[in-house]
């Protein structure tokens, strides 16, 4: 039998049986499909050396009126403005105590205890202090006059820190009698532990109303954040809703709106907040509502509260304003809103509205789009040259003017493998370059995102991959994508994306491709496999030839689709390789393409499969 030709189906399909889908790829890392073949996707590459504290939520790049560009960074612990390569702490103050903190040292001890009375903080929580004098004698007034995290909070009056010296017997004042405190905003769980509240987890999960549905710092921290002109308002969920002025500078700090000059009846929590596009309006969802004169300072999870046009600060309705607000019916909370075109789309936790701006004297105008589709997670859609796409907890859809249901060839693989507890972690990208979408995941048994998913919307095609990312901003201001990046217990950085082809400089490791089960004829015969052509284009920097870049091609096989599969061979492909000798015999065979991770010497290397030929001959029946 002459050498034949294999040209598998594009993208990865695990819908099927590994021999039901034969011709076709089943399984994949680090792997795009790009005009029907598989290549490896683009490297990343750290933004610059400066990191920032805790686990980045979310990203948002706007431009002041001076061209200067910046990027929202929303963290478990602080909110950041980056400019340049530099991070800006702009956390608010949640609380300013004033000549009211005393402290207490023990001789040996590097812990500080500090008494305020009803202090509001948590464990992690950042507080800055101010107006201290030396306890007597290592922990002086330099030591405690700066900012300082909280390692444990003992009582509602008291709490600990650590201290950069070492206190010793003559420790013994209190700090003085003009010690200040400004207090940040609690910090969020990194983490969603069950049963903390409601407003953290998936759909259902506690109650609106319960006891702990108000605690702030139980909830795991998402970030919502748009630009208002050149200045920027963002909301931690189930928190404030604050305004940073580019104006005024990144030494600043964000203020709560209810701190600007002229504001009327801002609300005072929220869990999403983003800007109108056209009509310029500033919008909360899952506002708390006016109740006489002020706010309730409690969510209403389906109240939609919109400022006047133009003016943030306005937000009674009044009959000289476009101030307002309306509530959905179809759900129990608002899990997630995005700007689309001409409209802004709602998610409820079963129910998908449009809201559109229709001029006074209503002001916005909400249709019903489609009951019983909901999403998974507040960061779950994304908005891209073809429309909307997000995830529910079912499956994957997309709008373009109606709801339509994307057929997936990875669906069960996903939601049979997906950790529901941490359904709220789930963040949608896309990567219109390569005209993707996708979405980061927790798998089942994982606390911390460690999976991907990825759709073509041209070429219909779906991709696999494990990779740990926290948020994801596509191109636009800046013309590469850029992602958040844990790399270390509280210590995060970001990547520049689709730059080069390794990891931050070493070779990206554990990149493969693996196709399903084939067989000669119907599958009655034995196979013989003795030769492999390659068709590779290797990419990139690396040396070509027989020393530099290198691909392993693995032949598998099993007689019955219910064995599991062994490898036969494993053989190194260069750029200059022309043929790869092999024995195999079996009635079903795999092929395997993959990085060679035992050699991390060579960098810069890419590739892009074409057509394997192999030489089969049959090989008898028993």
């Given at each position: 039998?002459?050498?034949?030709?294999?040209?598998?189906?594009?993208?990865?399909?695990?819908?099927?049986?590994?021999?039901?889908?034969?011709g076709?790829?089943?399984?994949?890392?680090?792997?795009?499909?790009?005009?029907?073949?598989?290549e490896?996707?683009?490297?990343?590459?750290?933004?610059?050396?400066?990191?920032?504290?805790?686990?980045?939520?979310?990203?948002?790049?706007w431009?002041?009126?001076?061209?200067?560009?910046?990027?929202?960074?929303?963290?478990?612990?602080?909110?950041?403005?980056?400019?340049?390569?530099?991070?800006?702490?702009?956390?608010?103050?949640?609380?300013?105590?004033?000549?009211?903190?005393?402290?207490?040292?023990?001789?040996?001890?590097?812990?500080?205890?500090?008494?305020?009375?009803?202090?509001?903080?948590?464990?992690?929580?950042?507080?800055?202090?101010?107006?201290?004098?030396s306890?007597?004698?290592?922990i002086?007034?330099?030591?405690?006059?700066?900012?300082?995290?909280?390692?444990?909070?003992?009582?509602?009056?008291?709490?600990?820190?650590?201290?950069?010296?070492?206190?010793?017997?003559?420790?013994?004042?209190?700090?003085?009698?003009?010690?200040?405190?400004?207090y940040?905003?609690?910090?969020?769980?990194?983490?969603?532990?069950?049963?903390?509240?409601?407003?953290?987890?998936?759909?259902?999960?506690?109650?609106?109303?319960?006891?702990?549905?108000?605690?702030?710092?139980?909830?795991?921290?998402?970030?919502?954040?748009?630009?208002?002109?050149?200045?920027?308002?963002?909301?931690?969920?189930?928190?404030?809703?604050?305004?940073?002025?580019?104006?005024?500078?990144?030494?600043?700090?964000?203020?709560s709106?209810?701190?600007?000059?002229?504001?009327?009846?801002?609300?005072t929590?929220?869990?999403?907040v983003?800007?109108?596009?056209?009509?310029?309006?500033?919008?909360?969802f899952?506002?708390?509502?006016?109740?006489?004169?002020?706010?309730?300072?409690?969510?209403?999870?389906?109240?939609?509260?919109?400022?006047?046009?133009?003016?943030?600060?306005?937000?009674?309705?009044?009959?000289?304003n476009?101030?307002?607000?309306?509530?959905?019916?179809a759900?129990?909370?608002i899990i997630?809103?995005?700007?689309?075109?001409?409209?802004?789309?709602?998610?409820?936790?079963?129910?998908?509205?449009?809201?559109?701006?229709?001029?006074?004297?209503?002001?916005?105008?909400?249709?019903?789009?489609?009951?019983?589709?909901?999403?998974?997670?507040?960061?779950?859609?994304?908005n891209?040259?073809?429309?909307?796409?997000?995830?529910?907890?079912?499956?994957?859809?997309?709008?373009?003017g109606?709801?339509?249901?994307?057929?997936?060839?990875?669906?069960?693989?996903?939601?049979?493998?997906?950790?529901?507890?941490?359904?709220?972690?789930?963040?949608?990208?896309?990567?219109?370059?390569?005209?993707?979408?996708?979405w980061?995941?927790c798998?089942?048994?994982?606390?911390?995102?460690?999976?991907?998913?990825?759709?073509?919307?041209?070429?219909?095609?779906?991709s696999?991959?494990?990779?740990?990312?926290?948020?994801?901003?596509?191109?636009?201001?800046?013309?590469?994508?850029?992602?958040?990046?844990?790399?270390?217990?509280?210590?995060?950085?970001?990547?520049?994306?689709?730059?080069?082809n390794?990891?931050?400089?070493?070779?990206?490791?554990?990149?493969?491709?693996?196709?399903?089960?084939?067989?000669?004829?119907?599958?009655?015969?034995?196979?013989?496999i003795?030769r492999?052509?390659?068709?590779?284009?290797?990419?990139?920097?690396?040396?070509?030839?027989?020393?530099?870049?290198?691909?392993?091609?693995?032949?598998?096989?099993?007689?019955?689709?219910?064995?599991?599969?062994?490898?036969?061979?494993?053989?190194?492909?260069?750029?200059?390789?022309?043929?790869?000798?092999?024995?195999?015999?079996?009635?079903?065979?795999?092929?395997?393409?993959?990085?060679?991770?035992?050699?991390?010497?060579?960098?810069?290397?890419?590739?892009?499969?074409?057509?394997?030929?192999?030489?089969?001959?049959?090989?008898?029946?028993?």
């Amino acid at each position: 039998m002459p050498l034949q030709k294999f040209i598998f189906k594009a993208g990865i399909n695990k819908e099927l049986t590994a021999y039901a889908n034969e011709g076709g790829w089943f399984d994949s890392n680090l792997v795009r499909f790009r005009k029907g073949l598989p290549e490896k996707i683009g490297g990343w590459a750290k933004r610059s050396d400066n990191t920032f504290i805790s686990r980045g939520r979310a990203l948002h790049a706007w431009t002041s009126l001076s061209g200067t560009q910046f990027i929202g960074l929303g963290a478990t612990k602080k909110y950041y403005v980056v400019e340049g390569t530099n991070y800006y702490d702009i956390t608010p103050i949640r609380k300013t105590s004033t000549n009211s903190i005393t402290f207490s040292a023990t001789d040996g001890s590097t812990t500080i205890t500090a008494t305020d009375s009803s202090h509001g903080a948590v464990i992690g929580d950042f507080v800055t202090i101010s107006g201290a004098v030396s306890l007597g004698g290592n922990i002086t007034a330099s030591v405690l006059n700066q900012e300082h995290e909280i390692v444990s909070v003992p009582t509602s009056d008291t709490y600990t820190f650590t201290a950069s010296a070492t206190a010793n017997s003559s420790d013994t004042g209190n700090g003085g009698s003009g010690v200040d405190g400004e207090y940040q905003i609690n910090i969020g769980l990194d983490v969603y532990v069950p049963s903390t509240g409601w407003g953290s987890s998936g759909w259902g999960e506690g109650t609106f109303g319960s006891s702990s549905a108000l605690s702030f710092a139980t909830q795991l921290r998402l970030y919502s954040h748009d630009n208002f002109g050149e200045d920027l308002v963002f909301n931690p969920r189930n928190g404030g809703v604050y305004y940073f002025d580019t104006s005024s500078g990144t030494s600043n700090r964000a203020v709560s709106l209810s701190d600007l000059s002229g504001a009327n009846l801002p609300p005072t929590v929220a869990l999403q907040v983003l800007v109108s596009d056209i009509d310029r309006h500033v919008i909360c969802f899952g506002a708390d509502p006016i109740v006489g004169s002020s706010r309730s300072g409690t969510i209403d999870p389906m109240l939609i509260a919109f400022s006047d046009q133009e003016d943030v600060t306005q937000w009674e309705p009044l009959p000289t304003n476009t101030a307002g607000s309306l509530r959905l019916s179809a759900g129990s909370s608002i899990i997630g809103a995005l700007r689309a075109r001409q409209e802004t789309l709602v998610w409820t936790d079963t129910s998908l509205y449009s809201l559109s701006f229709v001029g006074q004297p209503f002001t916005f105008g909400v249709n019903l789009v489609n009951e019983g589709v909901g999403l998974v997670g507040p960061n779950a859609a994304v908005n891209t040259p073809k429309g909307i796409f997000w995830m529910d907890k079912k499956g994957f859809y997309s709008y373009t003017g109606q709801v339509q249901s994307l057929p997936c060839s990875v669906l069960n693989y996903v939601f049979n493998d997906i950790n529901d507890t941490q359904s709220f972690q789930i963040f949608a990208f896309s990567n219109k370059a390569f005209d993707e979408v996708g979405w980061f995941y927790c798998s089942s048994g994982q606390t911390n995102i460690d999976r991907y998913v990825v759709y073509n919307y041209n070429e219909n095609t779906w991709s696999i991959g494990q990779l740990s990312r926290n948020a994801w901003l596509d191109e636009g201001v800046f013309d590469k994508p850029i992602a958040t990046h844990e790399l270390s217990s509280n210590t995060s950085c970001i990547f520049n994306h689709e730059v080069g082809n390794d990891d931050d400089g070493s070779a990206m490791q554990n990149v493969f491709i693996e196709s399903s089960d084939f067989d000669i004829g119907e599958g009655d015969m034995f196979q013989h496999i003795s030769r492999v052509i390659p068709d590779v284009k290797f990419i990139g920097t690396g040396t070509l030839g027989s020393s530099g870049q290198q691909l392993d091609f693995v032949l598998k096989k099993r007689n019955f689709p219910g064995e599991n599969l062994t490898t036969v061979s494993t053989s190194a492909c260069f750029s200059n390789t022309t043929k790869l000798n092999t024995r195999l015999r079996g009635r079903q065979a795999v092929l395997r393409v993959q990085s060679n991770d035992d050699d991390t010497s060579v960098t810069g290397m890419s590739f892009r499969l074409g057509a394997t030929r192999l030489d089969v001959k049959p090989d008898g029946k028993r």
